[in-house]
C-alpha cells in the first residue's frame, strides 16, 4: 500500500478540515494529482489544542524513545524514496536530482534530530547561597511551522523533526500548492514512525490560516520561511503577541569572481546557482559580480551554458530545468527580465518560456537600477555586472537589502575569505556558489533576509526550547521578616 493514497491521504487527521476542496496539480502540465481538503482559519484553534494536549506526555518520555521515532521518520524517507521522488517531481516541478537531495536532507534532518532528544539539557551554575543552582532547557509547548513551496519537504521538515525531538507538539501550513509533499508526507512519515496521535498537526491553507496561527495563544514559537514581504507580516503580529518568531526570508545573493578565477571551472557552478530548481531558492544567485578583465567571456560561456539546459516535464523526459510553480511566478520572474531590458540590460541568452517552462537567462549590462538585479527574481535569471577591484567587488556585493548566501571564486582562499569579512551576509562559500544545504549547518541570514541562523544543531535548541533557572535546597531559606 502506498505511503500516499490521494483516497485517504487526510484520513489520519483527527478532525476533518473546513476550508475549501482544493486541485492538486501537476505544474507541468496542468493534470490534476489529487484533492485535498484545505485548512481555514478556524482550524487552527483545535489542531494547536490537539497538539498541546499531546504535548505534555511525548515531553515526558524518555529521551530514547523520542529518539527511536526520529530515526525511524530518517529510515522511511529512504524506504519510500521512490515514492516521495514522483510526489516532490510532480506536484513542485524539481527535476528528480532535486528531489532526491531533499530526500536525503529530509532524512539526515531526522537523523540530526534524534541526537538532540539526549543533548545535555543545562548546566549547573555556582550560587551565593547553600543550594543547588542550575538551568535546564525546556520544551516551549507547541511550534508552528509555516513553510512555503520551493523546496517544500527540507522547509518543512527542518523545522519540524527538531521541534518534535525536544519534546514540542507541532502546527504544520505548508504552501497548498505542495500540500502533499510539504505536509501530509510528512504526517505519513511521523505516523509509520510511530509518533504519537495528535503531536504533528498538517493544515494545509492559505495567508489566513497562517495569520490564525501567528496569533493563537497555545503557539508561542513560530518558524516562518517565505518572502520578506510576508516574513514582515509575521514578526509584525508575533510581536503583538509577544511571542517568538524566527524567520528565514529571501535573498538576492552575490557570487563574486576575482580576476584569478579559473573559468572552465566557474561556469557550472555560477550556472547552478542561478538556475538550480529554476532559481525558485531563496539562496539562488541572484548577482555575479565579476571582474572586467574575465566579464566578457564569462557573459558569453554563461549565456552558452544557459542555451544548452534542456527544459522541460521532469517527470517524462530527462531534463535540467523544470517548470515555475504556477503562472503568477511566472509573471513575476518575466516582468522583471522584460523590465530590466527596457532600461538598457543586454539579454544574453533566454528571456523566454513557453507556458510555465522559462528558459534559462542571462543579463549584461545590469547595474543598480536594472530590476532583475536590484530586487530577488525567484526565476532562473542570471544579472552579470562586472567590477576592478576588490574594494568595488566588496561595496556592490554589500549594497543589497537582503545578507542569505555569498560565493567567491578565486585561487587563493585566503584572499576570499579576507573579502568575505568585510560583507554581511549570513552564509559564505568560498569556491562554491550560493545554494548549499546540511542538516548539521546553521542557516540563516540577517538584514532583509531574517532574523539570522536558525537552523542546525545549538541554534535549533535554543529556537525550540525555553530556558528555565532552578534552585533547591535542603531547608526552607530563612528571611529577615
Excluded at 80 to 98: F, N, T, Y
Excluded at 386 to 395: I, L, M, Q, V
Excluded at 397 to 409: D, E, M, N, P
Excluded at 442 to 469: K, M, Q
Aim: hydrophobic share 45%; glycine share 10%.
Amino acid at each position: 500500500m502506498p505511503l500516499l493514497d490521494p483516497q485517504t491521504w487526510q484520513s489520519s487527521q483527527s478532525r476533518a478540515l473546513t476550508g475549501p476542496r482544493h486541485t492538486v496539480t501537476e505544474p507541468a502540465t496542468g493534470d490534476p494529482l489529487g484533492t485535498v481538503v484545505l485548512a481555514s482559519a478556524a482550524d487552527v484553534a483545535p489542531a494547536a489544542e490537539a497538539a498541546r494536549a499531546a504535548q505534555g506526555e511525548w515531553a515526558r518520555l524518555p529521551h530514547f524513545v523520542r529518539a527511536g521515532v526520529l530515526r525511524r521518520a530518517g529510515d522511511l524517507f529512504a524506504a519510500h524514496a521512490d515514492e516521495l521522488r514522483d510526489w516532490l517531481v510532480r506536484e513542485s516541478g524539481s527535476i528528480p536530482g532535486k528531489a532526491d537531495f531533499e530526500l536525503h536532507v529530509a532524512a539526515q534532518e531526522c537523523y540530526e534530530a534524534a541526537a538532540l532528544a539526549s543533548r545535555p539539557a543545562g548546566q549547573v551554575l555556582p550560587s551565593e547561597a547553600p543550594r543547588l543552582s542550575y538551568t535546564r532547557r525546556i520544551p516551549v509547548g507547541v511550534v508552528g511551522v509555516i513553510s512555503p513551496f520551493n523546496a517544500p519537504l527540507i522547509l518543512s521538515i527542518r523545522s519540524v523533526a527538531p521541534a518534535l525531538a525536544l519534546g514540542n507538539g507541532v502546527v504544520l501550513k505548508p504552501d497548498p500548492r505542495t500540500a502533499v509533499c510539504g505536509g501530509l508526507s510528512l504526517a505519513a512519515v511521523f505516523a509509520e514512525a510511530g509518533l504519537p496521535a495528535g503531536l504533528l498537526q498538517v493544515l494545509p491553507g492559505g495567508a489566513e490560516t497562517g495569520a490564525a496561527l501567528v496569533a493563537d495563544p497555545r503557539v508561542p514559537v513560530i518558524s516562518f520561511t517565505g518572502s520578506t514581504a510576508a516574513g514582515r507580516a509575521v514578526g509584525e503580529a508575533a510581536g503583538r503577541h509577544l511571542k517568538r518568531a524566527h524567520l528565514e526570508l529571501g535573498g538576492n545573493s552575490a557570487l563574486i569572481v576575482l580576476e584569478d578565477a579559473d573559468l572552465d571551472a566557474v561556469i557550472s557552478t555560477a550556472a547552478w546557482g542561478s538556475f538550480f530548481h529554476q532559481g525558485q531558492i531563496c539562496m539562488t544567485t541572484g548577482r555575479h559580480l565579476v571582474h572586467a578583465s574575465l566579464y566578457e567571456e564569462y557573459v558569453e560561456r554563461l549565456a552558452a551554458k544557459a542555451e544548452s539546459l534542456a527544459v522541460g516535464d521532469p517527470h517524462r523526459a530527462q531534463v535540467h530545468l523544470g517548470p515555475l510553480i504556477d503562472r503568477g511566478q511566472l509573471t513575476k520572474v518575466h516582468g522583471l527580465v522584460e523590465a530590466s531590458t527596457a532600461a538598457g540590460a543586454k539579454l544574453a541568452a533566454g528571456g523566454t518560456h513557453e507556458d510555465l517552462f522559462y528558459r534559462p537567462t542571462v543579463l549584461a549590462g545590469v547595474d543598480e537600477t536594472t530590476p532583475a538585479y536590484a530586487e530577488e527574481v525567484f526565476g532562473p535569471v542570471a544579472p552579470v555586472r562586472s567590477f576592478t577591484t576588490p574594494d568595488e567587488a566588496a561595496a556592490l556585493a554589500a549594497h543589497s537589502a537582503y545578507g542569505l548566501s555569498l560565493g567567491i571564486v578565486t585561487r587563493d582562499a585566503a584572499r576570499g575569505l579576507d573579502l568575505a569579512e568585510r560583507i554581511p551576509t549570513g552564509i559564505v562559500h568560498i569556491n562554491d556558489q550560493t545554494v548549499n544545504d546540511e542538516a548539521v549547518a546553521p542557516f540563516g541570514g540577517v538584514a532583509a533576509s531574517g532574523t539570522g541562523a536558525r537552523f542546525g544543531g545549538e541554534a535549533n535548541v535554543e529556537a525550540f526550547t525555553d530556558l528555565r533557572w532552578t534552585t533547591v535546597r535542603g531547608d526552607v531559606a530563612p528571611y529577615p521578616f
